[in-house]
């Protein structure tokens, strides 16, 4: 079936830097532009970046942009967030999401069960 | 900079009632509009999309509607599944934006 699963998070000091993963099967990963979303405890969700489906463009959060980097590998099925400088404000829940549609379909349909990031002082 | 607003916070609702929640937008947003459902520990679920179209698999007892800055998830009558956290989406292609409201937590009453 289609699924999404995320790894790589735990936790990290701040200043530090920690790289996500997301395993996709299921589905033709290749075709679809790829989304991380967070959700800090207690708290709302947020966007955070996007990939094109052949890693073309990439667009982030302004919360994140400089810090972090979205990147893909069609090959091996696998979306990464490489999240330097991390401070407090970035310990969330991480998803990797897909979108309904390989064009013109901007929602999110798949999610992964998420990965923990907390970034400690 | 746009806005998403959720009101209320929290809805108390008994089984079997309607439960009505809003959703504003700062500017229009036109149908652009997406509706998901958290329940606790878990990934959130599309629910509606374009405003009032639903996503494969949901319910019918759950609609979308509204256009523009103003837009409204109903559930007819409530099941005790539906009881969780329920977020609007704002999502635009170009440039990508996507905006979320601080969501609205559905209990029991």
């Known amino acids: 079936q289609v699924q999404l699963v995320e790894s790589g998070g735990g936790v990290v000091q701040a200043g530090r830097s920690l790289r996500l993963s997301c395993a996709a099967s299921g589905f033709s990963f290749r075709d679809y532009a790829m989304h991380w979303v967070r959700q800090a405890p207690g708290k709302g969700l947020e966007w955070v970046a996007v990939?094109?489906?052949?890693?073309?463009?990439?667009y982030y959060a302004d919360s994140v942009k400089g810090r972090f980097t979205i990147s893909r590998d069609n090959s091996k099925n696998t979306l990464h967030l490489q999240m330097n400088s991390l401070g407090a404000e970035d310990t969330a829940v991480y998803y990797c999401?897909?979108?309904?549609?390989?064009?013109?379909?901007?929602?999110?349909?798949?999610w992964g069960q998420g990965t923990m990031v907390t970034v400690s002082s | 900079e746009m806005v998403m607003t959720q009101s209320p916070a929290t809805l108390s609702v008994s089984p079997g009632e309607r439960a009505t929640l809003s959703c504003r937008a700062s500017?229009?947003?036109?149908?652009?509009l997406a509706w998901y459902q958290q329940k606790p520990g878990q990934a959130p679920r599309l629910l509606i999309y374009?405003?009032?179209t639903r996503a494969t698999g949901i319910p019918a007892r759950f609609s979308g509607s509204g256009s523009e800055t103003e837009f409204t998830l109903t559930i007819s009558s409530l099941q005790s599944e539906d009881f969780a956290v329920y977020y609007c989406q704002y999502y635009y292609n170009w440039p990508p934006m996507y905006i979320f409201g601080q969501g609205t937590n559905l209990e029991i009453k």
């Open positions: 500017q229009s947003v036109s149908s652009n």
């Open positions: 999401a897909r979108p309904c549609g390989t064009i013109n379909c901007y929602v999110f349909d798949i």
């Open positions: 374009g405003a009032s």
């Open positions: 990939i094109w489906y052949d890693g073309s463009n990439k």
